[in-house]
């Protein structure tokens, strides 16, 4: 739901991560960019708002006052929404290199890799849609 949400709300280069193998605090990893600071947090306000109509409250949301960064923590599903310097400064894609990636086309909403495996170490979680 969180990346059906980034890509209706034109959320710039959306990748999923399965981190699974790689961290104990998460299966994956939402990222995707805005090209403003208030782009930025918009999309965390939709993401916020379609995760709770559906039942689903954040553990913690950090960055919402400088808007640079804004990390939302879901327990199994950390959603990642940048700043485009920010993202490109951080690079986590870069940092977690070994773990799959699923890049999102938005034009079709496709994916362009391979999915990750929809196993997870918390028996089953599916990754996000």
């Known amino acids: 739901m969180s990346v059906k949400t980034i890509i209706a709300h034109k959320g710039i280069e959306p990748v999923l991560m399965e981190v699974t193998k790689f961290c104990s605090f998460a299966d994956f990893f939402v ?10 947090l918009a999309l965390a306000q939709h993401v916020e708002e379609a995760l709770a109509q559906a039942g689903v409250k954040p553990l913690g949301v950090e960055g919402r006052e ?7 923590d ?3 599903v950390v ?3 940048f700043l485009q310097p920010r993202r490109e400064f ?3 894609e870069d940092l977690w290199s070994e773990v ?7 034009d079709s909403n496709m994916e ?5 495996s929809q196993e997870s170490r918390s028996g089953g979680d599916t990754p996000p849609e």
């Not at 400088?66 to 939302?72: K, P, T, Y």
């Not at 799959?100 to 938005?106: A, E, F």
Request: with cysteine; aromatic share 8%.
């Open 66 to 72: 400088e808007g640079q960064w804004v990390l939302m």
């Open 112 to 116: 362009t890799t391979s999915t990750p």
């Open 31 to 40: 990222l995707c960019s805005g090209g403003s600071q208030r782009h930025v």
């Open 90 to 92: 951080y690079n986590l």
């Open 79 to 81: 959603v990642h929404i």
């Open 74 to 76: 879901y327990n199994t």
């Open 100 to 106: 799959p990636k699923t890049q999102i086309d938005i």
